[in-house]
């Protein structure tokens, strides 16, 4: 069975790497990016199935970025991952394509249900 | 409503902005290192319940100890940094040291700056005697040219704080260098009247330099 290509973008490596590495555990293909170049140069070389994304990193707007991917293809799902509770990020985020959002510190077993989520919509298109 | 009252309300109200930007930011922060630690125990739990207990799996166990002991200690130097910040507010006038005063903002504005791929550099001269007035006031006044640097800089841009003594002064500059992209907005944080007010009330004075630096100047010794 094919595992799902996750791209997960958070400027706080130790973060990612920690989520990146449970998520592996759980059988996702998992890759992780920093900044927002990092990310377009991965999502092209291997585009995705799911991205998760933090609408809060460094250089490159999140919202930017998710415009781009789903511009690229409008059927890879995007998670937003926020900090913070900004609710006008979120709600431009949602609009501008996002699935769904979860709030940091996460729940992995909440984060899996939605990345399966978003795969079943992706499989349904 | 006097013309002094009313500026004394609109100082209150930007003072209350400037607190609740502070806040904001420290709680981002905080949820950050909160976010590591608890994957970073997430992932512990994984590997005990697959049962993962070879050499190399104790190895990354202590890592990963050790990275929830620094993101502990880097929070726990945060809240140190917003306790100091509150505390300036105990009381309207006290003795304070400008470079400490200065530190707390570098320190609870850096995730400000590195969201903005803004560098935020210091440069202190170190025996800088401490000097009697409003704390408070000074970290406000301050703050409102660093974020006329944060709203107007392009990324990789340069803010820097500098503080030297002479002519029994405290001299202190803030530097912003980088490509404007856009317009301080026709209200800014902190109106110059404002900011004139405020130096004033400091005793001192402010110089635009031009070239994008703004010169502090406060008396080493306050009457």
Redesign the interface.
Known sequence: MTRTKILLVDD?V??AS??A??LQ?RNYDVRTASNGLEAMALFHESPPDVVLLDL?I??MDGLEILSNIKKFDPSIEVLMLT??GDRESVQKGMQTGALEYIM???D?DELTSKINRAMKKREKI | MRRDDKQEQELRLLQLRFIGKILAGFTHESKNYLAIINESAGLMGDMIQMGKSSEKDLSEYLQIIRSVEDQIRRSNDHFRALNRFAHRMDTELSSYNINESLEELVALLTRFANQRKITLKKNFQEDIPSIYGNPALFQLLVFSFLDKGFSTLDKDSRITLQTAVADRTVQIKIILEGTVVKQESDVPFLPFEMAEKIIDQLQGNIKQEGGGETLLILPLTAS
């Open positions: 706080e130790e973060f920690a989520l590495e449970r555990m809060r460094p250089g900090g913070h940091k510190p996460i992995i």
